[in-house]
């Protein structure tokens, strides 16, 4: 997986968490994703699909990893962190979020 991090994306113990798990994602390794998410999580993968609680997540994931990540922004403010990139799988780019 071709990965780029674009420089202020980790500078903080918030950005990196976020940053950690989008990468999880993106190599789908599930066990880790899990471990970082509530049972209430909710994936809405813009234009597609919703994914509901721990497992459908987990579920989701499953699968070939994607083919790249570029996460360009990570903005941070209290508790809040907004991510902003693109993830390409099989030539598709898709956005998404997640609320955890």
Do not use: F, Y
Request: glycine share 8%; charged share 30%.
């Amino acid at each position: 997986m071709k990965l780029r991090i674009d420089a202020d994306c980790g500078n903080s113990p918030r950005k990196a968490q976020v940053r950690d798990l989008l990468i999880a994602l993106s190599e789908r390794r599930s066990g880790d994703v899990a471990a970082e998410l509530s049972d209430d999580v909710e994936w809405d993968i813009v234009g597609s699909v919703v994914h509901r609680g721990r497992d459908d997540v987990t579920h989701a994931i499953s699968g070939p990893p994607d083919r790249s990540l570029h996460i360009r922004n990570l903005l941070s403010h209290g508790k809040q962190v907004a991510a902003e990139g693109i993830a390409t799988r099989r030539r598709t780019k898709w956005r998404t979020s997640l609320t955890w």
